[in-house]
């Protein structure tokens, strides 16, 4: 399944880079790479000073916009967060909701967005990095930057040692160009 993915990832973007007419050129990628959620995609995109395309990147790698996706892990909703990463995002909030409530476009985009601006603010605005500790964790992450197999300067990660996290990252990347290039963001 991974592989399929990457050979469809991979062709999807030869075609945007070559202006490809395929099934309708860029009508069939609006397709494949919605703006679904865009009102408050932007708003908390202003909010916390967060790209747009990094946003839809992460919602489209995580569940494919899919409001009840819930992962073996356990995270839930558009942008996958796990009950755990919620509880603490609550305190940073001071909101009080219920679990449940991940299962809202709006709420996982509001929280998700909020972790997405944390972990870039933590790792200097490298969107790699931040990427990856979405996906790994912050403390993870956090021991790989210091690691000099991972990162020669202490921010930037040059090796990301879980295979999942390395693909996921790549994945993201690929959608936020993907994005960018789609939508002129």
């Known amino acids: 399944m991974k592989f399929l993915k ?21 009508y069939a990628m609006k397709l494949l790479y ?12 202003e909010k916390y000073g967060v790209e747009e395309s990094l946003i839809y990147a992460v919602i489209k790698s995580e569940s494919n ?16 967060i796990t009950p755990h990463t919620f509880e603490w995002l609550k305190t940073k909030t ?3 909701l219920e679990e449940s409530a991940l299962y809202s476009g709006e709420i996982s985009i509001k929280y998700g967005t909020y972790l997405l ?16 500790a979405y996906h790994a964790g912050i403390g993870i992450v956090g021991k ?9 300067d202490g921010k930037t990660l040059f090796y990301i040692p879980y295979d999942d ?3 996921y990252v790549e994945n993201v990347k690929t959608a936020k160009n993907i994005y960018e290039k789609l939508y002129d963001m």
Not at 6 to 22: M, P, Q, W
Not at 34 to 45: A, D, K, N, W
């Open 165 to 167: 996290t390395r693909l």
């Open 65 to 80: 916009f899919r409001e009840t996706a819930v992962s073996e892990v356990g995270a839930i909703g558009l942008m996958q």
């Open 117 to 132: 601006k944390i972990l870039l603010d933590e790792f200097d605005g490298e969107v790699q990095t931040a990427v990856a």
């Open 34 to 45: 919605p703006l679904g959620y865009s009102e408050t995609v932007s708003r908390y995109s």
């Open 94 to 96: 001071g909101e009080s």
């Open 144 to 152: 790989w930057i210091e690691d000099s197999r991972y990162s020669s």
């Open 6 to 26: 990457r050979i469809l990832t991979f062709f999807v973007i030869i075609c945007i880079l070559s202006g490809c007419v395929f099934f309708g050129g860029k």
